[in-house]
């Protein structure tokens, strides 16, 4: 479904991402570990089209896109902590966001129909007037994934979405993802949490250095030994 | 003098009609793109533009043209050279801000200082109700129309590119544009209030009512709602006080908005003490 050849993504001639090849299918998700400054969130940021290829190219359903920041398909959910949640915005009004539509064109009845089903989706009904402020971080995280959830993509790329929640949201937002996937969709996850990447995700990419180390079954790939190479040693160049 | 003598009897004078319609078109403008300028952190821009807008103020007067299409040329110039510098030459947004902003006002300074009279201009500085003609009003109310009906119609995209502008991009939003034509609001918001509260004091007028609602309000809607409210009681109490104590206009109305802030500071922490517990106990309820 989405493939990347040879991509590489550079900041200010620093390499962040070594060309590389990835392949997406339908259904499948994957898990992307390693370091802090691996190049997780650069590899995820390129293949939701917000940074540019340095080199190579993100192929989607088999056609080249330099910058596809306009398909509805791929959702992107940066790091909670990304967001604004100081400001009292309603949550409604966050998850509409996510609906894409003209500036000039109001949010009409299926857009508020589609926002209520995201949000009961990720099990917040009624929540739809509640300020952001209020909300705790595994509130504002299912949130997050209703705003993604109502552009209806067949991809969701997730950056550290577990970071910093508690077990029982840790398994509310899993269930999600594995009923997103159950749909014939894919998930594309940064994540530090290595026994949620083993139990939640079928496939691990491991990236050491911006090159990608390892990439299989999860349970092969962050083995005892697996997980020592991921995170003890340094990439080949 | 009773206290509705005191609120009708100055609009028994047509200069004052004309400032308090005036007054009132901008009180409803200025807030709202305030919200808006707060919310993105725009308060330096906007202080930047209320002295940046000295150059065009000053070239009009040199070359005789009208002072408010001069003002409204050099804040749409600051608005879009900033844009410029900061989203095609990646500049920082403080110094993009700064260089333009400060460039301007000494051009402005110096545009002044070649003026034979240069007091004459202290009522664009400060706003002065007596030179409020009707042409201003109806170039106020027009700006100030222009200025509502923008906000209103961006408002999903300023949320959606405020709250989180990464995700924003995905969706398809230029989100460089939509600053873009944010920042060349405020420069329409900015020059609506040249004639009733000034250049210099236009800023308050835009920002604190604003920074009021962002302590009271609990949603975007509560806090337009609230920053229009102590907008129009700026505006309307400020030009009556300064009519009655003989205070100059802009300076007043910016002390209403400014005694507001206070207010609400003191109302906000009781209140907003009191609030957190209801939520922390809804919070455990919920947990439980």
């Not at chain 2, 907008?231 to 205070?247: D, F, M, T, W």
Request: hydrophobic share 50%; with cysteine; charged share 15%.
């Amino acid at each position: 479904m989405i493939e990347t050849r040879g991509l590489a993504v550079t900041y200010g001639g620093r390499c962040a991402l070594q060309p590389l090849d990835l392949r997406i299918p339908a259904g499948e998700s994957v898990a992307v570990v390693g370091r802090n400054g691996s190049g997780k969130s650069s590899l995820l940021r390129a293949l939701s089209g917000l940074e540019r290829a340095a080199r190579g190219e993100v192929i989607l359903h088999a056609r080249s896109c330099e910058h596809h920041r306009n398909s509805i398909e791929i959702a992107y959910i940066p790091q909670r902590s990304a967001a604004r949640w100081e400001l009292p915005f309603a949550v409604a009004d966050v998850v509409a966001a996510g609906v894409r539509r003209a500036w000039w064109r109001r949010r009409g009845p299926s857009d508020r129909a589609a926002v209520a089903a995201a949000l009961s989706a990720v099990g917040l009904d009624g929540m739809d007037t509640r300020p952001v402020t209020e909300l705790s971080g595994g509130q504002a995280q299912r949130v997050l994934i209703a705003r993604a959830l109502v552009q209806q993509p067949n991809l969701v790329i997730m950056d550290e979405p577990f970071a910093g929640l508690d077990t029982a949201t840790v398994q509310a937002v899993t269930e999600l993802l594995e009923s997103f996937v159950a749909d014939g969709n894919s998930v594309c996850c940064a994540l530090h949490e290595l026994d949620i990447a083993r139990s939640t995700f079928s496939r691990t990419v491991a990236l050491t250095d911006g090159l990608i180390v390892d990439d299989g079954p999860s349970s092969k790939v962050l083995d005892v030994a697996g997980v020592e190479r991921i995170f003890t040693t340094k990439a080949l160049a | 003098m009773n206290w509705w003598a005191w609120v009708v009897e100055p609009l028994q004078y047509d200069f004052m009609k004309r400032a308090a319609i005036a007054t009132v078109a901008v009180c409803v403008a200025s807030p709202m793109c305030g919200v808006w300028a707060l919310s993105r952190r725009l308060v330096y821009f906007t202080d930047a533009m209320s002295h940046g807008i000295l150059a065009g103020i000053a070239g009009a007067a040199i070359v005789g043209g009208s002072l408010l299409l001069g003002g409204l040329l050099a804040a749409v110039t600051m608005a879009l050279f900033v844009s410029f510098l900061i989203v095609r030459a990646r500049a920082p947004e403080d110094g993009a801000i700064g260089v333009v902003g400060q460039g301007l006002f000494a051009l402005g300074v110096m545009g002044i200082s070649l003026q034979r009279e240069p007091r004459a201009l202290t009522h664009i500085l400060f706003g002065n109700p007596l030179t409020v003609s009707a042409t201003d009003v109806v170039v106020n109310t027009t700006l100030s129309a222009v200025v509502v009906v923008s906000i209103l119609t961006m408002q999903p995209v300023l949320l959606a590119t405020t709250f989180d502008p990464a995700h924003a991009r995905t969706v398809g939003i230029r989100v460089g544009l939509v600053d873009a034509t944010l920042m060349v609001t405020l420069s329409l918001t900015v020059v609506a209030a040249l004639a009733t509260v000034g250049a210099l004091m236009a800023i308050t007028l835009i920002i604190a009512p604003a920074v009021t609602a962002r302590m009271l309000g609990r949603s975007l809607h509560h806090m337009i709602a609230i920053s229009v409210g102590c907008g129009l009681v700026s505006g309307i109490a400020g030009l009556l006080i300064s009519y009655h104590a003989g205070l100059p206009t802009g300076p007043t109305v910016a002390l209403v908005a400014v005694a507001q802030v206070g207010l609400a500071a003191a109302w906000v922490r009781p209140a907003g003490a009191m609030r957190r517990t209801l939520v922390h106990d809804r919070n455990e309820q919920a947990r439980l």
